[in-house]
C-alpha cells in the first residue's frame, strides 16, 4: 500500500520550519530570539508556544558569548544532556549531567530534598560563567536561585524550562521575577521538558537553522 507520505529528510526538514514560520506569531520577539523559539517549537509541535515564552533582554548575547568562550552546560537531567547537538558546540563545550553521581543520592537524602535539587550544590565548581539547562525539575530551578543568592556564584544564562503539575510555573515565574541579575529564557506555565530545551541549548549552539 503506497501512503503517498513524504520520504525526502532535507524536504521534510525543510518543509516543518517553512510550517513553523507560517503558523507561529514570532512578531513580538527579536530575531535572535525567534531563532529559538523556532526550534523549540520543531521540538514540541506546538505553535502557540511564542505566546508563553519571556525571556530577558541579554540571554541570546550571554548564553552564546559563555558558549563560544568554551563554558560547560550543566543540565539538571541526562535526557536534556543526551539532547545537545555535540557537533553544534562551538568550543567543545562539556555538558554535564551530574544526578548520577554517588554524592547526589546521600546529600539529597540528608537535605531532604530531591536528587536533582541536590545535584545543583555539586555544579558549583563550574557554575560560574556556564549555560544552566533545566528542563525537568522544577526543585532545580528553585533550588539554582537559592545557591545563587546563598554564594553570589552566577552562571551567564539559565534555560529554565522545567515540565510538570506542582511548581514548574512558579519556579520560572521566581526565575522571571530575580533580582540577581540572571538571564534567563522561559516557557511559562506547566509545559517545559527534556527535548524543547535542549532544542534551546542546540539553537543557542549555532545561529540559524
Known amino acids: 500500500m503506497n501512503h503517498g507520505y513524504l520520504s525526502d529528510g532535507a524536504e521534510i526538514y525543510?518543509?516543518?520550519?517553512?510550517?513553523?514560520?507560517?503558523?507561529?506569531?514570532?512578531?513580538?520577539?527579536?530575531?535572535?530570539?525567534?531563532?529559538?523559539?523556532?526550534?523549540?517549537?520543531h521540538a514540541a509541535a506546538q505553535t502557540d508556544l511564542p505566546a508563553s515564552l519571556a525571556w530577558s533582554?541579554?540571554?541570546?548575547?550571554?548564553?552564546?558569548?559563555a558558549l563560544q568562550a568554551g563554558a560547560p552546560i550543566l543540565c539538571d537531567s541526562?535526557?536534556?544532556?543526551?539532547?545537545v547537538i555535540r557537533s553544534r558546540l562551538p568550543a567543545d563545550n562539556e555538558v554535564i549531567c551530574l544526578l548520577g553521581t554517588p554524592e547526589v543520592a546521600?546529600?539529597?537524602a540528608e537535605r531532604g530534598t530531591t536528587k536533582t535539587a541536590a545535584a545543583v550544590e555539586l555544579w558549583l565548581p563550574r557554575l560560574d560563567g556556564?549555560?544552566?539547562?533545566?528542563?525537568?525539575?522544577?526543585?532545580?530551578?528553585?533550588?539554582?536561585?537559592?545557591?545563587?543568592?546563598?554564594?553570589?556564584?552566577?552562571?551567564?544564562?539559565?534555560?529554565?524550562?522545567?515540565?510538570?503539575?506542582?511548581?514548574?510555573?512558579?519556579s520560572k515565574e521566581a526565575l522571571v521575577a530575580n533580582d540577581l541579575g540572571l538571564e534567563y529564557?522561559?516557557?511559562?506555565?506547566?509545559?517545559?521538558?527534556s527535548a524543547i530545551t535542549s532544542a534551546a541549548v542546540n539553537a543557542l549552539s549555532r545561529p540559524g537553522i
Not at 19 to 41: G, K, T
Not at 57 to 63: E, K, M, P
Not at 185 to 193: M, N, Q
Request: charged share 20%; aromatic share 4%.
Open 130 to 170: 556556564a549555560l544552566v539547562a533545566i528542563g525537568n525539575a522544577p526543585t532545580a530551578l528553585f533550588h539554582l536561585l537559592e545557591v545563587v543568592e546563598e554564594t553570589g556564584v552566577r552562571p551567564a544564562a539559565v534555560v529554565g524550562i522545567p515540565v510538570g503539575f506542582v511548581g514548574a510555573a512558579e
Open 106 to 108: 546521600a546529600r539529597a
Open 185 to 193: 529564557l522561559v516557557l511559562r506555565g506547566r509545559r517545559g521538558g
Open 78 to 83: 541526562q535526557m536534556v544532556a543526551s539532547g
Open 57 to 65: 533582554d541579554g540571554f541570546v548575547a550571554a548564553a552564546r558569548g
Open 14 to 41: 525543510r518543509r516543518s520550519f517553512e510550517i513553523i514560520r507560517a503558523e507561529s506569531d514570532l512578531s513580538a520577539m527579536p530575531s535572535e530570539v525567534a531563532e529559538v523559539a523556532v526550534r523549540m517549537i
